[in-house]
């Protein structure tokens, strides 16, 4: 096992009516920016649970961040939020909104220069806004992490920061927020919480069995819970176990001392990027083609996902690769997320296009050898086509 460091002070507060506890985790004297999306949060009811629990705090509003918060928008809420001295953040909504406000808590009191500069320099961030989250999509783990993914329209970049200081300071997980998910949403968020344990497990062994077996158990429930919550959204249990999955799938756990790729993830991002096309599916479209490409390398452990999680274990360790390949891209589809580049109209010309990126951008060594180049990735994103 590798040596690591892990820390997460995410306080989480878990299950039906726990919104209502808002109010003893924010200073009774905050000045509070709640953020929200498009409005989903006014048609299922969390608004006037966030408002009721907030009744006796001084509260401002930041609403119509998008999916795939654009750094545009939020720094509109940096300029409202420096005005008005807001002192505590509150995203309530999927992990766009808990993103955009992780930036929001960054860019408001930054003083190195343009707050863009955290993204595409990576400036350090030395101190951030508190922020606590309410969530209501489970997928990206964003509510206990320290990470986030801003895009920015101009340009047509997505890029991602991270800092000791943008973990939130709680996150509410309540279940009963996520019944009014569309189908379409829930589907992502499988695929996106499964990718994110495949990405820290499948790829090479270091002798670290308890942490192989929690990501096991995590894709196990996944694919158990994953189905019946697009059968049933309004179960309470399923949504609650999908929930505790997405989260325990990128709050750090299952990473400690073990080494990680995240290819995947860098190159779908362009995909989102330039077409708009949502995030998991992206994830969908890249994965399996880079698992095909770096078979070899990732042998050993595409065999144990394959046995433990698929059941597979006949034939040679070849056909069993390729029979774990096409048991991933089966129960991707399963969830009516389609798997290949040509199915969302794109082509070669995209291709092309994320090449140039990475060359100008000086892209190189992803993934946990450190040996995916930017001739790889226009490899991989063939293989997908
Ligand atoms: O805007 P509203 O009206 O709220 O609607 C949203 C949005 O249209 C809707 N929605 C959310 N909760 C709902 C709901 N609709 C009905 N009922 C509810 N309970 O769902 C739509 C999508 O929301 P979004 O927040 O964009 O989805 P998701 O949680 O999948 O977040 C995706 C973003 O997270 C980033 C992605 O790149 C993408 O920008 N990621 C963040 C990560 C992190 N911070 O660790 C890791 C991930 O790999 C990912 O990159
Ligand atoms: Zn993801």
């Known amino acids: 096992m590798n040596n690591f460091t892990f820390y997460n002070p995410v306080k989480i507060l878990f299950g039906k009516g726990q919104i209502s506890k808002l109010s003893k985790e924010i200073p009774a004297e905050a000045r509070v920016m709640v953020t929200y999306g498009g409005g989903s949060i006014k048609k299922n009811g969390v608004y006037d649970q966030v408002m009721e629990a907030l009744k006796e705090h001084t509260v401002l509003e930041f609403s119509n961040i998008e999916p795939n918060p654009h750094y545009e928008t939020l720094m509109q809420a940096v300029e409202i939020a420096r005005r008005q001295n807001i002192d505590f953040l509150l ?131 996944l694919k158990e819970e994953g189905p019946k919550a697009m059968q049933n959204p309004g179960d309470y249990d399923t949504m609650a176990n999908f929930m505790w999955s997405a989260t325990m799938a990128l709050n750090g756990v299952i990473r400690v001392g073990v080494p990680t790729d995240w290819a995947t993830h860098y190159i779908a991002h362009e995909l989102t990027a330039l077409h708009g096309i949502d995030h998991a599916r992206t994830l969908a479209v890249v994965l399996p083609a880079l698992l095909r490409y770096k078979s070899e390398t990732k042998k050993e452990k595409l065999l144990q996902y394959g046995k433990r999680i698929w059941g597979v274990d006949a034939g040679t360790e070849d056909e069993c690769i390729e029979a774990t390949i096409q048991a991933t891209i089966a129960f991707f589809e399963s969830l009516d997320i389609n798997t290949r580049l040509s199915d969302y109209q794109v082509g070669e010309d995209t291709i092309r296009r994320i090449v140039q990126r990475f060359q100008e951008r000086g892209v190189k060594d992803l993934g946990e050898r450190a040996d995916i180049q930017v001739e790889d990735v226009q490899q991989i994103l063939t293989m997908s086509l």
């Open 91 to 221: 995203a309530v909504g999927g992990g766009s909104i808990v993103d955009g406000t992780k930036f929001i808590a960054a860019a408001i009191p930054f003083e190195g220069g343009d707050p863009w500069d955290i993204l595409s320099k990576r400036a350090p961030v030395e101190t951030a806004v508190p922020f606590g989250a309410v969530l209501t999509l489970p997928a990206t783990g964003s509510e206990m992490n320290a990470g986030a993914v801003i895009t920015r329209v101009e340009t047509k970049e997505k890029l991602s920061f991270g800092s000791p200081h943008t973990f939130p300071k709680f996150s509410v997980l309540d279940p009963e927020t996520t019944f009014s998910l569309p189908l379409r949403q829930i589907s992502n968020g499988i695929v996106d919480a499964f990718t994110h344990v495949l990405e820290q497990y499948l790829t090479y062994p270091v002798n670290a069995p308890l942490q192989d077996r929690m990501a096991e158990s995590i894709l196990l429930t």
